[in-house]
């Protein structure tokens, strides 16, 4: 009699990381994994020890796509490959919704701009004049000019900025009058 030697080979089944996204500054999406092979009807059950996707990306993590790493799958029956995905973080652009508008004051009154804008947070002002004069510590959504004089008239606009870019408003004018005044 003559012997038959009978190789059983595992059956190939595949494990991959589900892509996701999110928003930046958000937790982390559950990291979730498919499976593609099983045989005879099984699934996940069979395993004998599951799935694990990680990624470095949290919640910090600037826009931009980051590895989904899954492993850890084992299975008697099954000859394991593991594919990676990956996680896109996401931002909002900034976006100016209401500009500053114009504002007349007679001098030495204040004057104030503001601007509302959205994107995702944290979102970051800086306030110009005439475009190109950055005023130093006019880093919030409003600006106010106190005791405004005659060199204070003109253009003020701001640049408001997140992970995603910036957006610039359109420059909106002070007026500063300044009354009659009697001599002599």
Known sequence: ????????????????????????????PVLTV???????????????????ATTPADVNSLPGSYPVTVGGASAANYAITHVNGTLTVTADGPAVTLPPTNVTVIATSNATFSVTATGTAPLAYQWFFNATNALAGATNASLTVTNAQPAHAGGYSVVVTNVAGSATSAAAALTVLVPPSVTG
């Open 1 to 28: 009699t003559a012997g038959v030697n009978l190789v059983v080979n595992p059956a190939p089944l595949t494990v991959t990381a589900q892509n996701q996204s999110r928003l930046y500054g958000t937790a982390n």
């Open 34 to 52: 498919g499976y593609s092979g099983f045989v005879n009807g099984e699934t996940a059950a069979v395993l004998l020890t599951a799935a694990l």
